[in-house]
């Protein structure tokens, strides 16, 4: 059975890595005439968590705290957050699953304030809180957790992150990685100047953040990336980012719907072997009406003054007027020009002081800040290839499912496979492809029951130390 399934998790090496590393420069805010998400309701999501196939039990947790209306979404927008725990016996679930639970909800107490100051005091909450757990109980002691947030509002994407849970954007053929690793692999390639995949002889499941261990964590808070309708969000502990490429996640979500494509992204994870625990969250926004572009028009582009601004300028010309005044020794008419113009000029200076004082205490997110840069990306556009090696997989799998006697739904694997062929026929090669990873879910389902049926679990703390 070991044999077989090496077999077919080798020939389902669906997309070589063929591009190098590449950092991109986008726009930090969504300016007039760029697209921009309006309702609460123009975004669909899917999620899904596993335990894999080698592990004995699930310390990943997730969250998913949605707007419910309008107001909400202006004001709060929408939460997904992913945490892969660690430590022995169960306490890396216990440290992910207070993450999950406290992050949404400080998140939601301080959302108010703006995304940075909002996700970065949600983090530090969720760090105090399960380091002061940890020290409280020595069986606790090392508990952590690794944690992802992506938070959607009207200005964009922002991104939350302390570990190696991944964030990526997936547009027109590009999936882009919004958070950066934590962890050694990707330090050393940032000082040797080359891709983390690159590196060699370096530990790969070694980080050097997580929420928990220390009483204090820095928090990685990174946006506003721009949103367009049709993109994609992927949020996923490395226990997918692990045994599916870049590449491969990116296909994969651009075509499937988000509940199918988290339910193929963890088959085709423990197809490869399931070393870890499994979590994806996809988020979908939604082709609108309202969320298309318009050209910025005349008026739109114009910025309007200041008033104290115009106060100034106000006194400034009554000055000038009443010293004309003053020099064709008109004094009846300089003096009440005079005066006008010392009112103008004192309530111009008077509001330059509040606009300076509103400036010094500005909220963090109102104030300018620099581009978001997504950290690297990849191609991920459906090709002949790709979709080649997708049918040498299926069909793999079709015959050990023969050979095995496995009971897959057949007709929903007919089905999909005569859908997938018409489309290819019509030269419809991502409608093929998504087509074919629709049969290839029985067949994955099947599987994983069969491997569960011979796989015997010993939980770690039942383990004598």
């Known amino acids: 059975m070991d044999a077989e399934f090496n077999s077919v998790a080798q020939s389902f090496n669906l997309y070589p890595e063929t591009l190098g590393p590449c950092r991109m420069r986008e726009e930090a805010t969504i300016r007039r005439g760029r697209y921009r998400v309006t309702r609460f309701d123009q975004i669909e999501h899917g999620c899904l968590s596993d335990v894999g196939v080698r592990r004995s039990h699930n310390q990943d947790n997730y969250a998913v705290q949605l707007a419910v209306d309008d107001e909400g979404w202006k004001t709060r927008g929408h939460l997904f957050l992913v945490a892969d725990g660690m430590g022995a016996h169960a306490v890396g679930e216990k440290a992910s699953e207070q993450a999950a639970h406290i992050i949404p909800h400080i998140y939601q107490k301080h959302a108010t304030q703006g995304p ?23 069986e606790f002691e090392g508990m952590g957790t690794t944690g992802t947030a992506l938070l959607l509002r009207p200005d964009g994407a922002w991104v939350g992150h302390v570990g190696d849970s991944r964030c990526y954007r997936i547009r027109n053929g590009i999936i882009e990685q919004l958070s950066y690793d934590h962890s050694l692999v990707w330090e050393y390639a940032r000082l040797q100047h080359i891709d983390p995949d690159e590196v060699e002889d370096v530990p790969s499941n070694v980080i050097h953040r997580c929420l928990g261990p220390e009483p204090l964590v820095q928090v990685d808070v990174e946006g506003p990336h721009d949103i367009q309708p049709g993109d994609v969000f992927l949020l996923c502990s490395d226990g997918l980012s692990g045994p599916v490429s870049d590449a491969e996640m990116g296909a994969v979500v651009s075509v499937l719907p988000p509940a199918e494509a988290c339910r193929f992204l963890v088959d085709l994870a423990n197809l490869r072997g399931g070393p870890d625990n499994i979590t994806a969250i996809v988020v979908r926004v939604l082709r609108s009406a309202e969320a298309t572009p318009k050209p910025p028009s005349a008026k739109s582009a114009s910025i309007p003054l200041p008033w104290w601004s115009l106060a100034l300028l106000a006194g400034t010309l009554c000055a000038v007027v009443a010293a004309g005044f003053i020099s064709q020794g008109w004094t009846a008419a300089a003096t009440p020009t005079l005066g006008l113009a010392v009112l103008c000029v004192v309530g111009g200076l008077v509001g330059l002081g509040i606009h300076y004082r509103y400036e010094q205490t500005r909220p963090e997110e109102e104030t300018q800040r620099p581009p978001a840069v997504p950290h690297r990306k990849r191609g991920c556009k459906i090709e002949r290839p790709l979709l080649d090696r997708l049918v040498k997989a299926l069909k793999t799998l079709q015959q050990m499912a023969n050979d095995n006697g496995w009971k897959p739904d057949w007709s929903q694997y007919d089905e999909s496979q005569q859908k997938a062929q018409e489309l290819l026929t019509s030269g419809d090669v991502s409608g093929a492809f998504r087509e074919y990873c629709r049969a290839m879910l029985p067949l994955t389902r099947a599987l994983q029951e069969s491997r569960n049926k011979e796989e015997v679990f010993r939980p770690v703390w039942d383990k004598t130390r």
């Open 116 to 138: 940075v100051p909002g996700l970065r005091k949600a983090f530090v909450e969720a760090n105090a809180s399960i380091h002061s757990c940890g020290q409280l109980n020595r």
